[in-house]
């Protein structure tokens, strides 16, 4: 049990459509990142949010967005959706700041698009 | 271009034996070292970390070590249990970052 919780925990969505996926980090942490998990794959980091800041992103194209509320919990919204979208998306909540701290991940949401 | 590989897909030990779980690494930046347990359905579970300011660290039957030099770590467990199959991945961190980059992981299986 890391204190992170994810919702849904799964969907399916039709091409084109859109999707917001959201998250509560662990009592305490500031920071969350989200992370797309395909099949076979690593976890591949999407973006970090730092106390509602946009602080840092990954190689994903401008239709994946999120937000971070004063609360810290956190959505992933992912317009346009392709079928390449199918993927497990993690949430992870630190406490931020400086290197060395634990990063604890979620469950998980598996995003079906058809 | 794969910054953090772990090159054996899958591996299997009888219990009570020595997993080893290798990872490598090709951005010398790297300064955070992290690996996570997977089992299906659920989340990646932090196991333990290594900074490379160290060449090893133990927790319990759990031990990194990182060979910078190679660009290389390892996890051990010892002795393997049947509640440790999952899949194990490797992570890394540069800088002050917690934008961690995730291997492909390795499935361990450990047969009573």
């Known amino acids: 049990e890391t204190g992170v919780t994810q919702s849904p925990t799964h969907l399916i969505k039709t091409r084109g459509q859109q999707v917001t996926l959201r998250c509560s980090s662990q009592s305490g942490h500031n920071t969350v990142s989200w992370y797309q998990q395909a099949l076979g794959q690593g976890p591949q980091f999407i973006f970090q949010?730092?106390?509602?800041?946009?602080?840092g992103r990954g190689n994903f194209p401008p239709r994946f967005s999120g937000l971070q509320f004063p609360n810290y919990s956190s959505e992933l919204n992912v317009n346009a959706l392709e079928l390449d979208d199918s993927a497990l998306y993690l949430c992870?909540?630190?406490?931020?700041?400086?290197?060395?701290?634990?990063?604890?991940f979620g469950e998980g949401s598996w995003l079906t698009v058809v | 271009d794969q910054q953090v590989k772990q090159n054996s897909p899958s591996l299997s030990v009888q219990e009570g034996r020595i997993s080893i779980l290798n990872c490598d690494y090709t951005?010398?930046?790297?300064?955070?070292f992290l690996w996570y347990k997977k089992y299906p359905a659920e989340g990646p579970t932090f196991l333990i970390s290594i900074s490379s300011i160290k060449d090893k660290n133990e927790d319990g039957r759990f031990t990194v070590f990182l060979n910078k030099s190679a660009k290389h770590l390892s996890l051990h467990i010892v002795p393997s249990q049947p509640g440790d199959s999952a899949v194990y991945f490797c992570a890394a961190s540069q800088g002050g970052s917690e934008k961690l980059v995730f291997g492909k992981g390795t499935k361990l299986t450990v047969n009573p």
């Open positions: 992870a909540s630190s406490e931020g700041g400086s290197s060395g701290n634990t990063i604890y």
């Open positions: 949010y730092y106390r509602e800041e946009e602080n």
């Open positions: 951005n010398s930046m790297f300064d955070y």
